[in-house]
């Protein structure tokens, strides 16, 4: 079996390396792909430092997903800008193969859980549970499965319901 090869993309450099050092840890059946220079693979005129300032941060971690093609791709909720999630729906479009986890706090805002997961997402699991389960998790994904918390299981029902009599009022005219 092939390793699960992981990127992890977060607006905290700081969070993303300890992310990133639970990978390391993790089962050797996972493979981090990063851009954390290490002394294997440092270069100093790394390009990935280099200002970019012409492109928006989605759009610059689109075309790093896209150069690095992991099989599963954590992202902290932080980078989804907008309430439409345009940087998931830019990830599906030019990566479809990668398959993309939410890192979010507990109490983040569940409407824009639910809308990333309705444009790509394939769960989400929170910051703190990320040290214990994120190998367990890139697993899961890597499967064709889905993470997403039992509590949040019901919401996504009645959502899809509420769109089912909307569509169904909608057809009939009444």
Aim: glycine share 4%; net charge neutral; proline share 3%.
């Amino acid at each position: 079996m092939h390793p699960i090869t992981i990127a992890v993309a977060d607006a905290d450099r700081n969070r993303c390396v300890s992310y990133e050092y639970a990978f390391l840890q993790a089962a050797s059946a996972v493979s981090l792909l990063t851009n954390i220079p290490t002394r294997n693979n440092f270069n100093g005129e790394d390009r990935r430092k280099k200002s970019r300032a012409n492109i928006t941060r989605a759009e610059d971690e689109v075309a790093r997903i896209k150069r690095l093609k992991p099989n599963v791709l954590f992202v902290d909720i932080d980078l989804l800008s907008d309430p439409d999630c345009e940087m998931l729906k830019a990830m599906r479009q030019e990566c479809p193969e990668t398959l993309v986890v939410l890192l979010t706090n507990e109490e983040e805002n569940e409407d824009l859980i639910v809308k990333a997961l309705e444009v790509g997402a394939r769960g989400y699991l929170s910051r703190e549970a990320a040290q214990q389960h994120i190998s367990k998790v890139a697993s899961v994904i890597s499967k064709g499965e889905f993470w997403v918390p039992r509590r949040m299981l019901g919401k996504i029902m009645d959502r899809i319901q509420s769109r089912e009599r909307h569509w169904q009022v909608t057809e009939t005219g009444v």
